[in-house]
């Protein structure tokens, strides 16, 4: 039993969430009561007392709540350290003349050996050092990935880059969609975010066919 509490006493001095939640709970009793033993004489909580405490607590449980289950449920960063094994496997290639302009829509597929996290997979057309972002993949099962790339020019052949991004690219490659809903034209990056680690590309013919790598 002992154990039990040492344990628990540790773990909430080791997690600051813990650690703001409880006190906030404890200034929320505290403010429940009408005097507060604690002091001789006996502390007496008056109205104006009472209010301040309850905006204290309820801002100290709030954001304990939102560290212990919200934020822990956003996606995060892809970690640097880690070996994700992310491989492209197979590129489909259609011509699209649609609108009357050439472009190629690329079917992508590949695999990977460790899941990096949600919505951290993306792939890029890649060309003279300039970068189109393409979107996330979609994650088909626990090792195979899949996504589309499209070239918008007619060259004889485009890079197809797989990498995981991380918040900040993920902000980048987000303005690059927002300029190009706002002016119609796909104006390429020069230069990519620290978090956006390449894991693998391949350059892919320009002609209607299928390429398994």
């Given at each position: 039993?002992?154990?039990?509490?040492?344990?628990?006493?540790?773990?909430?001095?080791?997690?600051?969430?813990?650690?703001?939640?409880?006190?906030?709970?404890?200034?929320?009793?505290?403010?429940?009561?009408?005097?507060?033993?604690?002091?001789?004489?006996?502390?007496?909580?008056?109205?104006?007392?009472?209010?301040?405490?309850?905006?204290?607590?309820?801002?100290?449980?709030?954001?304990?709540?939102?560290?212990?289950?919200?934020?822990?449920?956003?996606?995060?960063?892809?970690?640097?350290?880690?070996?994700?094994?992310?491989?492209?496997?197979?590129?489909?290639?259609?011509?699209?003349?649609?609108?009357?302009?050439?472009?190629?829509?690329?079917?992508?597929?590949?695999?990977?050996?460790?899941?990096?996290?949600?919505?951290?997979?993306?792939?890029?057309h890649v060309d003279n050092?300039?970068?189109?972002?393409?979107?996330?993949?979609?994650?088909?099962?626990?090792?195979?990935?899949?996504?589309?790339?499209?070239?918008?020019?007619n060259p004889q052949q485009?890079?197809?880059?797989?990498?995981?991004?991380?918040?900040?690219?993920?902000?980048?490659?987000?303005?690059?969609?927002?300029?190009?809903?706002?002016?119609?034209?796909?104006?390429?990056?020069?230069?990519?975010?620290?978090?956006?680690?390449?894991?693998?590309?391949?350059?892919?013919?320009?002609?209607?066919?299928?390429?398994?790598f």
């Amino acid at each position: 039993m002992i154990d039990t509490v040492e344990k628990i006493i540790d773990r909430i001095l080791n997690d600051h969430s813990l650690a703001t939640l409880f006190l906030g709970v404890f200034i929320a009793v505290i403010a429940s009561v009408d005097r507060l033993p604690l002091t001789n004489p006996p502390l007496v909580i008056n109205s104006t007392s009472r209010i301040g405490l309850w905006a204290v607590a309820v801002i100290l449980i709030i954001s304990a709540v939102w560290k212990l289950f919200i934020a822990k449920s956003e996606p995060t960063n892809p970690k640097p350290d880690v070996d994700y094994g992310i491989k492209i496997t197979q590129c489909s290639v259609i011509r699209n003349s649609e609108f009357g302009k050439d472009q190629y829509d690329v079917s992508v597929k590949g695999e990977f050996k460790n899941q990096p996290p949600d919505e951290s997979l993306w792939l890029f057309h890649v060309d003279n050092n300039q970068y189109w972002p393409q979107g996330q993949v979609t994650i088909k099962n626990e090792q195979i990935w899949s996504g589309k790339v499209i070239v918008g020019h007619n060259p004889q052949q485009a890079t197809i880059m797989v990498a995981t991004v991380g918040k900040a690219g993920k902000i980048l490659c987000k303005y690059y969609e927002n300029v190009k809903k706002e002016s119609g034209q796909y104006i390429p990056l020069e230069e990519l975010t620290e978090d956006i680690k390449p894991f693998d590309h391949q350059d892919i013919p320009m002609g209607q066919g299928t390429y398994n790598f």
